[in-house]
């Protein structure tokens, strides 16, 4: 099974900026879709960010023209280039991914996350 492990997270104070890095446990170019999640406390995980193999990009509303979503293809890392951060950016991030575009079910478990928190 396919292992991720996040870093990056930080506390920061509102306006600031961080890159998450998720470190993929083989060839991240094999999963077709590389995603971002987070989970504040008492709430649902969501998805965040989305990047497929052929570079189509999507993200959630609240983040769009903040976030921005990457692969490396040859450190197999995914990255979260987070600006102009608000407190209720603040959760635990985790990535994940589909093996293919039909897959229903994530490629790897959830690694540890990494803790963003944004105040002042």
């Known amino acids: 099974q396919v292992q991720f492990v996040e870093s990056g997270g930080d506390l920061v104070q509102p306006g600031g900026s961080l890159r998450l890095s998720c470190t993929v446990s083989?060839?991240?170019?094999?999963?077709?879709?590389m995603s971002w999640y987070r989970q504040a406390p008492g709430k649902q995980r969501d998805l965040v960010a989305k990047?497929?193999?052929?570079?189509?990009?999507d993200y959630l509303d609240s983040v769009k023209g903040r976030f921005t979503i990457s692969r490396d293809l040859e450190k197999d890392t995914l990255y979260l280039q987070m600006d102009s951060l608000k407190p209720e950016d603040s959760a635990v991030y985790y990535c994940n991914g589909r093996r293919f575009i039909w897959s229903l079910a994530n490629v790897g478990s959830w690694g540890q996350g990494t803790q963003v928190t944004v105040s002042s």
């Open positions: 083989e060839n991240i170019n094999s999963i077709y879709i």
């Open positions: 990047h497929t193999k052929d570079g189509s990009i």
